[in-house]
C-alpha cells in the first residue's frame, strides 16, 4: 500500500510538467489565434480584447495552463475558437481510436505469445529462427510502408478486408488496421515472451519439478509460463497507451476518423485546444497505464510487495 | 562529490545503495527494453537477473583496479571474435557500409544531381531502359533520387543516436554514481520525457517551427528519444559502481572523477552501445515517418520518407513508386536491427 501511495505521488510531478510542456509548445505556435480566427476583416478592439478577455489569452502562461487544468479535471476540455467545445468533438472520434487499439492490442497478446511460446520452446529450432527473422522484419518495415502493403494485399488484391473507413463496424473494418497497428508490438511481445521463457526454461525451480517428475506441460504451462510472462504483462499494459498515441499513421491509411487523425488535422491547422486536449488526455492514459503494470506487478510478483 | 577519505566515501557509498539499486536492473535482454520496465518490475530484475558479461567481467579482476579496462578489453576482443564468424554479422555490415557509401558520396552511385535533368514527361514510368528504377512524380531518375535520399536518412539516424548517447552517459553516469536529489531529478525528467507520445510530440514542434532542415530534425528527435539510453545507462552504473573493482579504486584513492570514467563507464557501457546500435536504426524508420506525414524534412530537401510520401496517393498504379525506397529503407533499418542483435548476442556469453 505504501508502495502504491509512493508511485502515485512520483506520477503526479511528471503528469504536471509533461502536460504544460505540452500546452506550452502548442501555445507557442506562432500566429494569433484571435485574429486568425477573424480572417481579412478588421476587427474592432473591444471584440479583440473580451474575446482575449474570455480565453484568458492576456494572462501569463502559467495562470492559462492553471485555468485549462482545472477544466480538465471537471471533463471540460476547452472550446475550439470557432466555440465548438473539444470534448464534444472527440467524443466519437475516441471509439474509433479505442476499438482500434484494443484490436491492435488483442493481436498483439494472442498472436504476440503465442509465437512467443512456439519460438522459446525449442530454442534453435526452425519455428524459432522464423519467429526471430520474421520479427526482426516486421519491426524494421516503418508501419506505414506494412500498412499500405497490407492495403494493397489484402483488401484490394485478395478482398479479404474492407480496404478503407469504419462501414462495416467493429471488429470486421477494424481487423487489418488493427493488425498493421499491433505489428511492431506483436513483434516485440513475441520476442520478449521468448527470451523471458527461454531464461526461465533454465531456472532452478524448473529443474526442480523435472526432478519431482511432473509432466513437461505443467512445467511449461504451469511453472515457466506465469513466471516468464510477468515483462510482457508490464510491455502489454504500457503499449496500450503507446498504440493509443501511435494511431495516427494507421488512422491516415485506412482513413479512420480517429483522435489521430484529428489531431493531425488540428495541429496544421493551428487548432492549440484540440491538440493540448487529446495530447493531455494521451498523457493520462499513458501515466495510469504505467501505473496501473506497477501496481499490477505487485500481485503477480510477491517479492516486489515485500520489498 | 568532494574527495573523502577511503573510509568515508565507502559508508556513503553502501548507505546510498539500497535505495537507488533497488530502482533498476542491469539490463540483460535488450527486448525487455528498460523503456518497459517499471520501477516494480526493475526491482525483481535486479534480483533475479542473472550476470551478464559485463558483470562477470568486471568482477574477474578483482582487486587491482587497473585490470578492469584490461578484461573491458578482452570483452570486446571476444565479442569481435564471435562476431567474425557470423553471417548476419558481415551481412549487415555490407549493406551498411554501401549504404553510408552512398551517403557520403552519391555522385559516384546517381547519375544525376538530386532533383536534377527531371523530364517532366517521363513522370512516373516504370523501370525501363535507361532507369533501372523507374521516375519519379517530378519526372526524375529514381535511382539517383534514392542514392541522394540516403544521406537524410543515415546523418539523421547516426547523428541523433550519437547526441542521444552523449546525453545518456552523461546524465546516467552523474545520476547513478552521486544518487540522492540530482538522481532523483534526472530521474523525473526522464520520465517526463517518456511520457511524450512520439509521432505527436515531434509533429507539434516541427510544425511550430516551419522551415527547418536536416539538423532541426535532428534536435526534435534527440529531445524526444535521449530517455531510453538514459534509464539504462543510470541503471548499469547503479548496477557496476557497488562492485568490489571500484571500491578497490577507491581505497587506493581513485578520484570520483577517475573512478566513473576509467572504471564504471567502461565496465557498464556495453548494453548501451548495443541499443544506440538498434537506436540508429529506430531514429531512421521515425524520421522517415515524420516525412511521410508532411511535417519532416519539406522538398527540394531529398530522402526516402518524402518519397514515399509521394507514393502514398500513387501506388496502386505505380507500385514502383512505393517498393524502392520502402526497399532501401527497410535494408537500412534491418542492418541496423540486426547488427545491434548480433552485438549483443556476442557480448552476452549467456546465449553461448
Same mark, same amino acid.
Given at each position: 500500500?505504501?508502495?502504491?501511495?509512493? /508511485?502515485?505521488?512520483?506520477?503526479?510531478?511528471?503528469? @504536471?510538467?509533461?502536460?504544460?510542456?505540452?500546452?506550452?509548445? @502548442?501555445?507557442?505556435?506562432?500566429?494569433?489565434?484571435?485574429?486568425?480566427?477573424?480572417?481579412?476583416?478588421?476587427?474592432?478592439?473591444?471584440?479583440?480584447?473580451?474575446?482575449?478577455?474570455? =480565453?484568458?489569452?492576456?494572462?501569463?502562461?502559467?495562470?492559462?495552463?492553471? =485555468? =485549462?487544468?482545472?477544466?480538465?479535471?471537471?471533463? !471540460?476540455?476547452?472550446?475550439?475558437?470557432?466555440?465548438?467545445?473539444?470534448?464534444?468533438?472527440?467524443?466519437?472520434?475516441?471509439?474509433?481510436?479505442?476499438?482500434?487499439?484494443?484490436?491492435?492490442?488483442?493481436?498483439?497478446? %494472442?498472436?504476440?505469445?503465442?509465437?512467443?511460446?512456439?519460438?522459446?520452446?525449442?530454442?534453435?529450432?526452425?519455428? !524459432?529462427?522464423?519467429?526471430?527473422?520474421?520479427?526482426?522484419?516486421?519491426?524494421? %518495415?516503418?508501419?506505414f510502408v506494412v500498412g499500405y502493403t497490407a492495403q494493397i494485399l489484402f483488401g484490394l488484391n485478395l478482398g479479404l478486408f474492407p480496404t478503407a473507413?469504419? !462501414?462495416?463496424?467493429?471488429?470486421?473494418?477494424?481487423?487489418l488496421?488493427?493488425?498493421v497497428?499491433?505489428?511492431?508490438?506483436?513483434?516485440?511481445?513475441?520476442?520478449?515472451? /521468448?527470451?523471458?521463457?527461454?531464461?526461465?526454461?533454465?531456472?532452478?525451480?524448473?529443474?526442480?519439478?523435472?526432478?519431482?517428475?511432473?509432466?513437461?506441460?505443467?512445467?511449461?504451462?504451469?511453472?515457466?509460463?506465469?513466471?516468464?510472462?510477468?515483462?510482457?504483462?508490464?510491455?502489454?499494459?504500457?503499449?496500450?497507451?503507446?498504440?493509443?498515441?501511435?494511431?495516427? %499513421?494507421?488512422?491516415?491509411i485506412f482513413?479512420?476518423?480517429?483522435?489521430?487523425?484529428?489531431?493531425?488535422?488540428?495541429?496544421?491547422?493551428?487548432?492549440?485546444?484540440?491538440?493540448?486536449?487529446?495530447?493531455?488526455?494521451?498523457?493520462?492514459?499513458?501515466?495510469?497505464?504505467?501505473?496501473?503494470?506497477?501496481?499490477? =506487478?505487485?500481485?503477480?510478483?510477491?517479492?516486489?510487495?515485500?520489498? | 562529490?568532494?574527495?573523502?577519505?577511503?573510509?568515508?566515501? +565507502?559508508?556513503?557509498?553502501?548507505?546510498?545503495?539500497?535505495?537507488?539499486?533497488?530502482?533498476? #536492473?542491469?539490463?540483460?535482454?535488450?527486448?525487455?527494453?528498460?523503456?518497459?520496465?517499471?520501477?516494480?518490475?526493475?526491482?525483481?530484475?535486479?534480483?533475479?537477473?542473472?550476470?551478464?558479461?559485463? +558483470?562477470?567481467?568486471?568482477?574477474?579482476?578483482?582487486?587491482?583496479?587497473?585490470?578492469?579496462?584490461?578484461?573491458?578489453?578482452?570483452?570486446?576482443?571476444?565479442?569481435?571474435?564471435?562476431?567474425?564468424?557470423?553471417?548476419?554479422?558481415?551481412?549487415?555490415?555490407?549493406?551498411?557500409?554501401?549504404?553510408?557509401?552512398?551517403?557520403?558520396?552519391?555522385?559516384?552511385?546517381?547519375?544525376?544531381?538530386?532533383?536534377?535533368?527531371?523530364?517532366?514527361?517521363?513522370?512516373?514510368?516504370?523501370?525501363? +531502359?535507361?532507369?533501372?528504377?523507374?521516375?519519379?512524380?517530378?519526372?526524375?531518375?529514381?535511382?539517383?533520387?534514392?542514392?541522394?535520399?540516403?544521406?537524410?536518412?543515415?546523418?539523421?539516424?547516426?547523428?541523433?543516436?550519437?547526441?542521444?548517447?552523449?546525453?545518456?552517459?552523461?546524465?546516467?553516469?552523474?545520476?547513478?554514481?552521486?544518487?540522492?536529489?540530482?538522481?532523483?531529478?534526472?530521474?523525473?525528467?526522464?520520465?517526463?520525457?517518456?511520457?511524450?507520445?512520439?509521432?505527436?510530440?515531434?509533429?507539434?514542434?516541427?510544425?511550430?517551427?516551419?522551415?527547418?532542415? #536536416?539538423?532541426?530534425?535532428?534536435?526534435?528527435?534527440?529531445?524526444?528519444?535521449?530517455?531510453?539510453?538514459?534509464?539504462?545507462?543510470?541503471?548499469?552504473?547503479?548496477?557496476?559502481? +557497488?562492485?568490489?573493482?571500484?571500491?578497490?579504486?577507491?581505497?587506493?584513492?581513485?578520484?570520483?572523477?577517475?573512478?566513473?570514467?576509467?572504471?564504471?563507464?567502461?565496465?557498464?557501457?556495453?548494453?548501451?552501445?548495443?541499443?544506440? #546500435?538498434?537506436?540508429?536504426?529506430?531514429?531512421?524508420? $521515425?524520421?522517415?515517418?515524420?516525412?511521410?506525414? $508532411?511535417?519532416?524534412?519539406?522538398?527540394?530537401?531529398?530522402?526516402?520518407?518524402?518519397?514515399l510520401?509521394?507514393a502514398q496517393t500513387f501506388f496502386a498504379e505505380y507500385p514502383h513508386l512505393l517498393v524502392?525506397?520502402a526497399?532501401?529503407?527497410?535494408?537500412?533499418?534491418?542492418?541496423?536491427? #540486426?547488427?545491434?542483435?548480433?552485438?549483443?548476442?556476442?557480448?552476452?556469453?549467456?546465449?553461448?
Amino acid at each position: 500500500m505504501r508502495y502504491a501511495v509512493q /508511485r502515485l505521488i512520483q506520477a503526479v510531478p511528471v503528469f @504536471v510538467v509533461t502536460t504544460f510542456l505540452i500546452y506550452t509548445m @502548442v501555445f507557442a505556435l506562432p500566429g494569433d489565434p484571435i485574429l486568425a480566427l477573424a480572417g481579412d476583416k478588421p476587427v474592432p478592439e473591444q471584440v479583440l480584447d473580451v474575446l482575449r478577455e474570455r =480565453y484568458h489569452l492576456n494572462d501569463p502562461l502559467l495562470v492559462q495552463y492553471g =485555468y =485549462y487544468m482545472l477544466g480538465v479535471f471537471r471533463g !471540460d476540455l476547452g472550446e475550439t475558437f470557432t466555440g465548438q467545445p473539444v470534448s464534444e468533438l472527440l467524443q466519437d472520434r475516441w471509439a474509433v481510436t479505442a476499438q482500434l487499439a484494443v484490436t491492435a492490442w488483442i493481436f498483439e497478446l %494472442v498472436v504476440g505469445i503465442g509465437l512467443g511460446v512456439l519460438a522459446g520452446l525449442r530454442r534453435g529450432g526452425a519455428a !524459432d529462427t522464423a519467429v526471430l527473422a520474421g520479427t526482426t522484419f516486421v519491426i524494421a %518495415v516503418p508501419v506505414f510502408v506494412v500498412g499500405y502493403t497490407a492495403q494493397i494485399l489484402f483488401g484490394l488484391n485478395l478482398g479479404l478486408f474492407p480496404t478503407a473507413g469504419t !462501414d462495416e463496424g467493429w471488429p470486421v473494418s477494424y481487423l487489418l488496421p488493427g493488425m498493421v497497428l499491433g505489428s511492431f508490438g506483436l513483434a516485440y511481445v513475441a520476442r520478449l515472451t /521468448r527470451t523471458s521463457l527461454v531464461e526461465n526454461l533454465r531456472a532452478d525451480y524448473v529443474r526442480t519439478a523435472t526432478a519431482k517428475g511432473l509432466g513437461r506441460r505443467r512445467i511449461v504451462g504451469l511453472h515457466a509460463l506465469r513466471n516468464s510472462l510477468i515483462p510482457v504483462v508490464t510491455y502489454l499494459g504500457i503499449d496500450f497507451g503507446n498504440l493509443m498515441a501511435g494511431a495516427v %499513421v494507421t488512422e491516415g491509411i485506412f482513413n479512420l476518423p480517429g483522435i489521430g487523425q484529428q489531431v493531425f488535422q488540428s495541429i496544421q491547422l493551428q487548432e492549440g485546444p484540440v491538440v493540448v486536449g487529446v495530447v493531455t488526455l494521451l498523457v493520462m492514459i499513458f501515466i495510469v497505464a504505467n501505473l496501473v503494470v506497477d501496481l499490477l =506487478y505487485g500481485v503477480l510478483d510477491p517479492r516486489i510487495r515485500r520489498a | 562529490m568532494p574527495e573523502f577519505p577511503p573510509e568515508a566515501t +565507502d559508508r556513503t557509498a553502501s548507505e546510498r545503495a539500497p535505495e537507488t539499486a533497488s530502482e533498476t #536492473m542491469p539490463e540483460t535482454a535488450f527486448e525487455t527494453a528498460s523503456e518497459t520496465m517499471p520501477k516494480a518490475a526493475q526491482k525483481t530484475a535486479q534480483k533475479s537477473a542473472p550476470k551478464t558479461a559485463y +558483470d562477470t567481467a568486471a568482477e574477474d579482476p578483482g582487486e587491482d583496479p587497473g585490470e578492469a579496462d584490461k578484461a573491458g578489453g578482452s570483452l570486446w576482443r571476444d565479442a569481435w571474435m564471435e562476431l567474425r564468424g557470423r553471417f548476419v554479422f558481415w551481412m549487415s555490415a555490407v549493406i551498411l557500409v554501401v549504404a553510408g557509401a552512398m551517403a557520403a558520396f552519391p555522385d559516384v552511385f546517381a547519375g544525376m544531381g538530386p532533383n536534377e535533368s527531371c523530364d517532366l514527361r517521363m513522370s512516373k514510368h516504370g523501370p525501363g +531502359d535507361g532507369a533501372v528504377f523507374g521516375y519519379d512524380i517530378q519526372g526524375c531518375d529514381y535511382w539517383s533520387q534514392i542514392v541522394h535520399g540516403t544521406r537524410a536518412s543515415i546523418m539523421i539516424g547516426v547523428a541523433v543516436t550519437v547526441f542521444a548517447l552523449l546525453i545518456a552517459v552523461a546524465l546516467g553516469l552523474f545520476g547513478g554514481y552521486y544518487g540522492g536529489v540530482l538522481d532523483a531529478l534526472i530521474s523525473r525528467i526522464t520520465d517526463v520525457f517518456f511520457g511524450i507520445p512520439f509521432v505527436l510530440g515531434a509533429t507539434v514542434v516541427l510544425v511550430a517551427f516551419p522551415g527547418h532542415g #536536416m539538423w532541426a530534425m535532428t534536435l526534435v528527435l534527440v529531445l524526444l528519444g535521449w530517455t531510453t539510453m538514459t534509464r539504462l545507462m543510470r541503471g548499469q552504473v547503479i548496477a557496476v559502481k +557497488d562492485m568490489d573493482f571500484v571500491a578497490a579504486a577507491r581505497m587506493l584513492g581513485a578520484g570520483d572523477r577517475r573512478i566513473m570514467f576509467r572504471h564504471i563507464l567502461p565496465n557498464a557501457i556495453a548494453p548501451v552501445f548495443v541499443v544506440a #546500435m538498434l537506436n540508429v536504426g529506430n531514429v531512421i524508420a $521515425g524520421e522517415a515517418t515524420l516525412d511521410y506525414l $508532411g511535417v519532416g524534412l519539406q522538398y527540394p530537401d531529398v530522402s526516402w520518407g518524402l518519397q514515399l510520401n509521394v507514393a502514398q496517393t500513387f501506388f496502386a498504379e505505380y507500385p514502383h513508386l512505393l517498393v524502392f525506397p520502402a526497399l532501401f529503407l527497410t535494408a537500412t533499418v534491418l542492418s541496423f536491427l #540486426m547488427l545491434g542483435d548480433v552485438v549483443r548476442d556476442a557480448l552476452d556469453p549467456k546465449l553461448r
